[in-house]
Each structure stands twice: as C-alpha cells, then as structure tokens.
C-alpha cells in the first residue's frame, strides 16, 4: 500500500486522538458555548466535504451518463441515509446531555454508550476517506492525491474537537484521565479500519465509486441533521453553533479548493 494511502488514513485518526488527549491538559469540562461551537464546527466541515469531495466527484464520475448523471449520487446518498438510519436502530449509544440510550436495551455504562455514540458517526467519516483514497489508487477516477489528502484533513481538523467532547466529559463525570483519553481515542478507531476495508478492495469498488462517493455523504449528512445539528441549536445563544457551522463549512471549502 502506498506510503501516501497510510499518511492520509493516520491524518484523521491523529485529530481525534489529540482532541482525546486534551483531557491530560483541561481540568474540567468544556462549557455549553464552547461545546455548542465545537459541534457546529464539524457539522459545517462535514457538509462541505460531503458537498465537495464526495457527491460533485460522484457526478463528474458519471458525467457519461449525461442528465441522468445524478442518478448514482441519487440512489448512493439514499443507501447511505438509509445505512445510518439502521444503524442508529441497532447499536446502543447515548448522546451527550441526554440521559435516555438510544437502540436496543443493554447493560452497558454510561462511558461505553457515549464512546458507542461518537464511533456511529466516525463510521460514514472513515468510509469518505477510503473510498476517496480507493478512487485514487486505481486511477480510474478523476480524484487527485491532493483531493484525497484534503479530505482527510479536513476530517481530522473536525476529529479534535469530537475527542475533546468525549474524552471531556467522561473526565467530569468521575472517568480516570487515562480512560477518558482510551475511550476517546477507541471512537475514532473504527475510522481507519473502515477506510482500511475499503481500500483493500479498491479495484473491486471502481465500478461503483458514484455511488460509494454518495453513499459516503449520505451517512455525514445524517449524522450532521439527526445529531449535530440538533446538538449545535440547544438551549439559548444557538447563534454560536451556527456561526461555528458557517466557518467550518466555508474552511473545508477553501481547503478543498486551495489544497485540490
């Protein structure tokens, strides 16, 4: 596997841990503002790659097709929802600030189901970064080192403050510092094992790298409504998440344009 592949699979992963490791360096929890920033921040960083990197690629894959070049980004984003959807319904996790779990009934504690929570979403980030990373491999498709290594960044600068939000909070809640940071850094481990998969089979995915691309965005943008959004809008001064939103929004499109 090319050097490159390994350097941009590390990229995201890497963001999370540092963010997990903050806890080694705050001594108490983040603040709601703070916290409400951080979530609009990756919401509006995910949105633009979904735009950018994952569903426009998808259409410039099937251009040959010609107004019916939106179907493979169509059925894709839909198979993706649709994936998240079920998932959703089948792991057990809880969200921050939320007392009831969500999915089947388990034993579980508390730490485990918020960890749980924030791997369901790092699941559709890891599948983006493998399946970009796959197209360039084979050649086949019109995505560039840059366009893949922009993607994993971009996902990475979102990743540091997903750790920070989950290793945080455990601390706060009685967690040890260093199990706090382990199940910090566990969530963000189903990323590069997911992009890992799919790069294995890259030659087998060509064919259907549209609709992988839009798969891939599908599942960030329901991650993004069903989870962030919501979590960025809570209470008072909402403005905050969605100022957070814009700049992590207009930041993963200046990078993918800049960097690409």
Known sequence: MPVEVLVGLTIPFLGTTLGAACVFLIR????????????????????????????????????????????????????????????????????????????????????????????????????????????????????????????????????????????????????SRPRAFLMGFLSGVVEPIGAFITILAAKLVTPLLPYLLSFAAGAMIYVVVEELIPEMSEGEHSNIGVLSFALGFTLMMALDVALS
């Open 28 to 175: 108490k929890d983040l603040g709601v503002g703070i916290t409400r920033a951080f979530t609009g921040f990756a919401a509006g960083i995910m949105v633009a790659a979904s735009i950018w990197s994952l569903l426009e690629p998808a259409m410039d894959e099937a251009a040959s097709a010609g107004r019916l070049a939106f179907v493979p980004a169509f059925v894709g984003f839909w198979a993706g929802t649709l994936f998240l959807l079920a998932l959703d319904h089948l792991i057990p996790h809880i969200h921050r600030g939320v007392s009831e779990a969500e999915g089947p009934h388990t034993s579980f504690r508390r730490t485990t189901l918020m960890s749980l929570a924030v791997a369901l979403h790092n699941i559709p980030e890891g599948m983006a970064v493998g399946v970009v990373f796959a197209g360039w491999i084979t050649g086949d498709a019109n995505i560039s080192l840059a366009g893949a290594m922009t993607l994993a960044l971009g996902i990475a600068i979102q990743n540091f403050p997903e750790g920070a939000i989950i290793s945080l909070p455990l601390h706060a809640e009685g967690t």
